[in-house]
């Protein structure tokens, strides 16, 4: 009897043993499904960032892809405007050169109309001289006093003349000379708007490479985020598969504790039998 006693002890003994260790575990398996939960919601929260930060960046891309759009379309107006100036500036320098050839022609004249004018004061010089000889020779010279009036009247018809080519030629030169200081005005501008189209295109150049390099860094960016997010479902299905196991392992961790419950009963009551017999 006693013997039977000690095993009915030693059996309930080792079915509480057997209990506590079933509930020791059961709470460290109840940790570690809340530490599991806890993870899980994390990463769902990564996950979560993760996709916004994707969809920004992607939107960020498309809208820097548009802006270096539009910097190409900037530089290509800024190239044919610099075009256009070197251009207006050869045009410019072409007029130019023809006005100073044209003022060139134009003193030429001018010098023709001085000679043209000192012929006509000596004709009126030697016109005066034949009229006196003429006076002076009577009736025999009057027809030579005729031609002589008649030369002294074209000399001085001459002169006229060649007074107003004189003004108009000074007319012409005053409008060359103005047209010349225009037309280098003309050029100095063609080649100062030159200068600031190549400042400009080289500006626009520079914020084109940068918006492309931010596009690469973007797209980097993108890449590496859904890289990322495959990372992160595979901890996912991963901490699922964790969860499940946790929960298997707390649902047969319930069932030892219950078996060792029913042999704590059964134990006891073989102890209380062995008792009623002793």
């Known amino acids: 009897a006693r013997t039977n006693r000690a095993a009915t002890a030693d059996l309930n003994a080792?079915?509480?043993e057997i209990r506590a260790s079933a509930q020791e575990q059961a709470a460290s398996v109840e940790q570690q499904f809340a530490a599991v939960?806890?993870?899980?919601?994390t990463v769902d929260e990564i996950t979560h960032s993760g996709a916004q930060i994707s969809k920004r960046a992607t939107e960020v891309i498309a809208t820097a892809q548009a802006t270096a759009q539009t910097s190409r379309q900037g530089l290509r107006a800024v190239s044919d405007t610099a075009k256009a100036m070197d251009a207006i500036r050869e045009q410019a320098e072409a007029v130019a050169g023809n006005i100073v050839s044209l003022s060139e022609k134009t003193q030429t004249i001018g010098d023709i109309?001085?000679?043209?004018?000192?012929?006509?004061?000596?004709?009126?010089l030697l016109a005066l001289n034949a009229a006196i000889e003429a006076a002076a020779a009577g009736e025999s010279g009057r027809s030579f006093a005729v031609v002589?009036?008649?030369m002294k009247l074209?000399?001085?018809?001459?002169?006229?003349a060649t007074g107003q080519v004189r003004g108009i030629l000074g007319e012409i030169q005053r409008g060359i000379n103005t047209s010349v200081m225009l037309t280098?005005?003309?050029?100095?501008?063609?080649?100062?708007?030159?200068?600031?189209?190549?400042?400009?295109?080289?500006?626009i150049e520079e914020i084109t490479a940068r918006v492309e390099e931010n596009v690469q860094t973007f797209q980097q960016i993108v890449a590496s985020t859904n890289q990322q997010q495959l990372g992160i479902e595979q901890v996912m299905g991963a901490l699922q598969n964790i969860r499940q196991a946790s929960q298997q392992t707390a649902a047969g961790t319930r069932q030892v504790e219950?078996?060792?419950?029913?042999?704590?009963?059964?134990?006891?009551a073989l102890m209380a039998l062995a008792e009623r017999y002793r």
């Not at 939960?37 to 919601?41: D, G, L, M």
């Not at 074209?154 to 006229?160: C, V």
């Not at 501008?189 to 189209?197: D, I, L, Q, Y």
């Open 14 to 16: 080792a079915a509480a």
């Open 37 to 41: 939960q806890e993870t899980a919601a």
């Open 113 to 124: 109309i001085e000679t043209v004018n000192d012929i006509s004061e000596r004709t009126h």
């Open 148 to 150: 002589a009036s008649e």
């Open 154 to 160: 074209l000399a001085d018809q001459a002169k006229a």
């Open 184 to 203: 280098e005005e003309a050029v100095k501008r063609a080649a100062a708007g030159k200068t600031r189209s190549d400042t400009t295109q080289r500006t």
């Open 258 to 268: 219950a078996a060792s419950a029913n042999l704590t009963e059964l134990a006891q």
